[in-house]
């Protein structure tokens, strides 16, 4: 099968990388080339990164993602400037994965040391977020601090939600009562939505006497709807009670028309008994 192809190359590449990716264009596959890749640059960065750079004039090379992944599987400090040559776009947030992954090896507090270095602000912020989801697993206050502080503006909403939900499995309670104390926002919104949609998923009953005891403004819709969306199909007049109470208008008319939308290909005539009162 295509995985058992691909140790196959990465061995190979590690070998004779020069003929393993030949053989990978010979057959036609972009797979066993990248895993040809991958392998020789474990081996040998520098002439693995001359390829990709050789056999591609795109700034965005693809080439460089298999390389950089091998190289930093092995020595991921040699993995940094290629990484940090690389344009804003593709190859570059997937190489960044691979990197962080290699470097989280060393553990949370070295990757976090590395992150705050990086001098290119969109890198960093792009790193920071991602860093936030490993650290969640071992401190997820820590985490959804970090998030805030190194994530940026444009990335913290999304740093945040692995965060919260991680936090949410384990300690709702606190993780519910942090969020609150965000500014109101979109982060603050999104932050709460992800904590009681999680918190749903192992005590409802708690996160929907939680939520029936909040406020009922815009800073709570989002979290009104995660409730209510896990009704959706067990339960569709629990599910627009819900989110009947959300208070943005637009939003409110949208879920509901979605809900009855559903209800109607899937029970028409409940659908229809309960809509036409």
Same mark, same amino acid.
């Given at each position: 099968?295509?995985?058992?192809?691909?140790?196959?190359?990465?061995?190979?590449?590690? @070998?004779?990388?020069?003929?393993?990716?030949?053989?990978?264009?010979?057959?036609?596959?972009?797979?066993?080339?990248?895993?040809?890749?991958?392998?020789?640059?474990?081996?040998?960065?520098?002439?693995?990164?001359?390829?990709? =750079?050789?056999?591609?004039?795109?700034?965005?090379?693809?080439?460089?993602?298999? @390389?950089?992944?091998?190289?930093?599987?092995?020595?991921?400090?040699?993995?940094?400037?290629?990484?940090?040559?690389?344009?804003?776009?593709?190859?570059?947030?997937?190489?960044?994965?691979?990197?962080?992954?290699?470097?989280?090896?060393?553990?949370?507090?070295?990757?976090?040391?590395? @992150?705050?270095?990086?001098?290119?602000?969109? =890198?960093?912020?792009?790193?920071?977020?991602?860093?936030? #989801?490993?650290?969640?697993?071992?401190?997820?206050?820590?985490?959804?601090?970090?998030?805030?502080?190194?994530?940026?503006?444009?990335?913290?909403?999304?740093? =945040?939600?692995?965060?919260?939900?991680?936090?949410?499995?384990?300690?709702?309670?606190?993780?519910?009562?942090?969020?609150?104390?965000?500014?109101?926002?979109?982060?603050?919104?999104? #932050?709460?939505?992800?904590?009681?949609?999680?918190?749903?998923?192992?005590?409802?009953?708690?996160?929907?006497?939680?939520?029936?005891?909040?406020?009922?403004?815009?800073?709570?819709?989002?979290?009104?709807?995660?409730?209510?969306?896990?009704?959706?199909?067990?339960?569709?007049?629990?599910?627009?009670?819900? @989110?009947?109470?959300?208070?943005?208008?637009?939003?409110?008319?949208?879920?509901?028309?979605?809900?009855?939308? #559903?209800?109607?290909?899937?029970?028409?005539?409940?659908?229809?008994?309960? =809509?036409?009162?």
């Amino acid at each position: 099968g295509r995985h058992e192809l691909a140790l196959v190359m990465d061995a190979w590449g590690q @070998v004779d990388g020069p003929a393993a990716v030949a053989y990978g264009q010979e057959i036609g596959s972009e797979q066993a080339m990248s895993s040809a890749l991958s392998g020789w640059a474990a081996q040998y960065p520098e002439a693995a990164r001359q390829w990709a =750079l050789a056999n591609s004039e795109n700034p965005d090379n693809p080439w460089m993602i298999p @390389v950089i992944a091998g190289t930093a599987r092995a020595h991921v400090d040699a993995a940094l400037p290629m990484l940090y040559a690389l344009p804003y776009g593709a190859a570059r947030g997937r190489s960044l994965d691979y990197v962080i992954d290699a470097y989280a090896r060393r553990g949370v507090d070295a990757l976090a040391s590395w @992150v705050t270095g990086i001098s290119d602000q969109r =890198l960093r912020e792009g790193a920071a977020a991602r860093v936030a #989801a490993c650290m969640a697993q071992e401190d997820p206050q820590r985490a959804a601090e970090w998030a805030m502080k190194y994530a940026g503006t444009e990335r913290q909403a999304q740093a =945040l939600v692995p965060v919260m939900a991680t936090w949410a499995r384990t300690a709702p309670a606190d993780a519910v009562a942090w969020a609150e104390k965000l500014e109101p926002g979109r982060t603050h919104d999104l #932050a709460l939505e992800h904590v009681v949609g999680t918190w749903a998923q192992t005590d409802p009953a708690a996160a929907e006497a939680w939520l029936s005891r909040s406020g009922s403004g815009p800073s709570f819709d989002r979290a009104r709807i995660s409730i209510g969306m896990r009704y959706f199909e067990s339960d569709p007049v629990r599910a627009m009670s819900w @989110v009947s109470t959300v208070s943005d208008e637009r939003m409110r008319n949208r879920m509901l028309e979605r809900i009855a939308g #559903a209800w109607t290909e899937r029970d028409p005539a409940a659908a229809s008994a309960f =809509l036409g009162k």
